[in-house]
């Protein structure tokens, strides 16, 4: 039987029932939905937008030509559902009881499914302090994940081997693209179906369009040894690609600038050519990170010598092609490194201490000096374990997030009055998760995307979904 079955004809995609009680002059509109009566006003139904089943409804209404209850064969329960979704611009706790298929079937018929998409995924959702594991999404295959990429609606596209594996916002399998690569090391969503993906021993920057399971195109070095030129890291601006390369014999690297629409060269940047034992111009950058407020691109990679761990961080502005602050790390060198623009800090867990420290933004082109927000002694005091080691750092809005083993740290700001002095910031520290999301394997990747946070970790062929308690469906 058609969704909108009926004895008389149809109109506007739903029948009449003989019973008069809707009247062209109120605000209140009596809905018949599979039996079951629900009642609304005319003012909701306008939030669902134009050109839906409910826009209809309304428009009925306006021209005065239901004055019966309407009649629509669909589930009564997903209807309230999406008349709650309306209503308020999120699904109600009810939801959870249903399968998200069931409600974008619902929500596709009903004309809305562009709402139901943004409830499920608003960035403006996402509440770090109420996080716990919600989902696990499952991978075929024996590889652990090596890398992931989040988009802004929250859709994840996850490196698995030879393999890349994407989950559309609902957190449906879209699609399964087996590369050429051995393994993928690097990966950026540079739309929600394309891709940019890169590995340390395979040449190359390919462009992969995963709807259509193609390579679009390959992005290469051309080194002065001539040799293949593998992809240390990426990184994105709004008009630009960066792609850190090193040589094949790894006796040189380089960041390479594309245009981000045409995937042309537009510049070259921190041209190193290793000589002798210069550890300096031998580490590559492993982590490009763009800062909006300064308009440059923070490149940053370590080296493990004789004498320990060593790096360097450098604020490159593009247009010149000139390193406007180096910031040398010799001391408790970083594991992992990260930028944030809305605190206006860099952040850094320390490979020997194992503590997150940051310098502050506002003080640009000082000596660099960090601030450990953690045990200070551990910093200075080089005990030959390296507590750091594997360590992950992101920042995500005015968030600090820690991957330290298999726990999860989430340091955030305390405002102090109006107070501008930089030596006056204070961050807290919190463990993320429930009694029962504590611990496990050591962390390897967290991405962020629409409301959701994405975890991987050391031997589970598997990716965790973090979202908030309140708001996840």
């Known amino acids: 039987m058609p ?10 995609g739903f029948t009449h029932n003989n019973k008069k009680i809707n009247h062209p002059s109120t605000n209140i509109i009596t809905i018949d939905v599979g039996g079951q009566l629900f009642q609304t006003t005319k003012q909701t139904l306008t939030l669902a937008g134009s050109e839906t089943l409910f826009s209809k409804l309304f428009d009925s209404y306006e021209h005065n030509s239901i004055n019966n209850i309407p009649f629509i064969d669909r589930d009564p329960e997903l209807f309230s559902i999406l008349l709650s979704l309306l209503r308020t611009g999120n699904l109600p706790s009810k939801a959870k009881a249903f399968d998200i298929q069931d409600i974008i079937f619902e ?96 040449s190359g920057l390919q462009i992969l369009d995963l709807d259509l399971g193609v ?33 094949g014999r790894r006796n040189s690297n380089s960041i390479m600038v594309y245009d981000l629409n045409s995937f042309k060269v537009v510049s070259e940047i921190a041209h190193n050519e290793i000589f002798g034992a210069d550890l300096d111009s031998a580490i590559p950058s492993t982590k490009l990170n763009w800062v909006p407020s300064l308009n440059l691109l923070m490149a940053s ?39 944030s623009d809305t605190l206006s800090a860099v952040f850094k867990i320390g490979i020997n201490s194992g503590e997150v420290s940051y310098i502050d933004l506002r003080n640009f082109g000082s000596d660099g000096s960090w601030v450990c927000l953690g045990d200070t002694r551990k910093v200075k005091v080089n005990n030959g374990k390296k507590e ?32 501008n002095n930089v030596k006056d910031r204070i961050f807290r520290k919190n463990m993320l998760g429930r009694v029962k999301d504590l611990g496990g394997n050591r962390i390897t990747n967290m991405g962020f995307g629409g409301n959701k946070m994405f975890v991987t970790r050391k031997d589970q062929q598997c990716v965790e979904v973090w979202q908030s308690s309140v708001r996840r469906f």
């Open 215 to 247: 390579v679009k195109q390959t992005l290469n070095w051309e080194n002065a040894t001539k040799s293949s030129s593998t992809v240390q890291a990426i990184g994105i601006s709004p008009e630009s690609l960066f792609t850190s390369f090193e040589s």
């Open 107 to 202: 929500a596709i018929f009903y004309g809305i499914s562009d709402l139901l998409f943004q409830s499920q995924s608003n960035p403006s959702q996402f509440e770090p302090f109420d996080l716990e594991k919600s989902v696990i999404l499952p991978l075929n295959g024996r590889d652990s994940p090596s890398a992931i990429a989040t988009t802004p609606n929250g859709s994840v596209h996850v490196s698995h081997g030879s393999t890349i594996t994407s989950f559309d916002w609902s957190l449906q399998r879209k699609s399964t693209t087996l590369t050429s690569f051995i393994a993928i090391d690097s990966l950026l969503a540079l739309s929600p179906n394309v891709v940019a993906a890169g590995a340390t021993d395979f």
């Open 3 to 12: 969704p909108f079955s009926q004895s008389g004809p149809i109109s506007n």
């Open 301 to 339: 990679g370590s080296h493990s010598g004789p004498s320990g761990v060593s790096g360097n961080i450098k604020f490159w502005d593009v247009r010149s092609g000139n390193a406007v602050w180096e910031i040398k790390e010799t001391v408790d060198c970083f594991s992992d490194i990260a930028v």
């Open 388 to 419: 750091g080691f594997g360590c992950k750092i992101e920042t995500h809005g005015n968030q600090v997030f820690c991957g330290k083993q298999g726990k999860l740290e989430l340091w955030s700001e305390v405002l102090m009055g109006s107070s």
